[in-house]
């Protein structure tokens, strides 16, 4: 309540913006971290004395921030390429080379590559691991495609 001042109360989202930081660390207190905000800002309106205008343009703004910023974490938006790591990369192009087991894979510990599909899993939006074995034979079939058109020019 001390980041809100008198004037322009309707403009102040610094609170908002911890609200929104403390829920990406911690998804579990999402309705209480955001209750509390509300509950925040009602008691910060009207000590203030602030119109009910201002508040409902403050709770406009604060749901379409929200929202955004869930949208953003939610990664509900398509990628064009895979974020792989070159490790990631060979462990990949063993496992699309026909290695159906991950203690197949040359050069890697078993557990290594469970690792490290895990992270390129969570880094291309929590996908499963065949989905990212089947995205990443598509973007190399498009790579290898590129490479052939490219060669010809």
């Known amino acids: 309540m001390i980041a809100f001042e008198k004037t322009f109360l309707?403009?102040?989202?610094?609170?908002?913006f911890i609200v929104c930081i403390v829920i990406m660390i911690k998804p579990k207190i999402k309705y209480i971290a955001m209750s509390l905000y509300?509950?925040?800002?009602?008691?910060?309106?009207?000590i203030n004395?602030?119109?009910?205008?201002h508040?409902?343009?403050?709770i406009v703004r604060s749901i379409w921030?929200?929202?955004?910023?869930?949208?953003?974490?939610?990664n509900q938006f398509e990628r064009k390429r895979l974020v792989l790591y070159e490790d990631e990369v060979k462990i990949l192009e063993q496992l699309c080379d026909g290695k159906i087991y991950q203690k197949e894979v040359e050069g890697f510990s078993?557990?290594?590559?469970?690792?490290k599909l895990k992270a390129a899993r969570e880094r291309n939006g929590?996908?499963?691991r065949e989905q990212l074995i089947?995205?990443?034979?598509?973007?190399?079939?498009?790579?290898k495609s590129s490479e052939k058109i490219f060669r010809q020019i």
């Not at 508040?55 to 403050?58: E, P, Q």
């Not at 921030?65 to 939610?74: A, R």
């Not at 089947?134 to 790579?143: P, V, W």
């Open 10 to 16: 309707f403009n102040n989202f610094t609170a908002l």
């Open 65 to 74: 921030f929200v929202g955004s910023v869930f949208f953003v974490l939610e």
């Open 38 to 46: 509300f509950a925040a800002v009602c008691v910060a309106f009207s």
């Open 55 to 58: 508040f409902l343009i403050h």
């Open 49 to 53: 004395g602030e119109s009910v205008f």
């Open 126 to 128: 929590n996908i499963t």
């Open 110 to 115: 078993e557990n290594t590559v469970y690792r």
């Open 134 to 143: 089947s995205l990443f034979k598509k973007e190399r079939m498009g790579r």
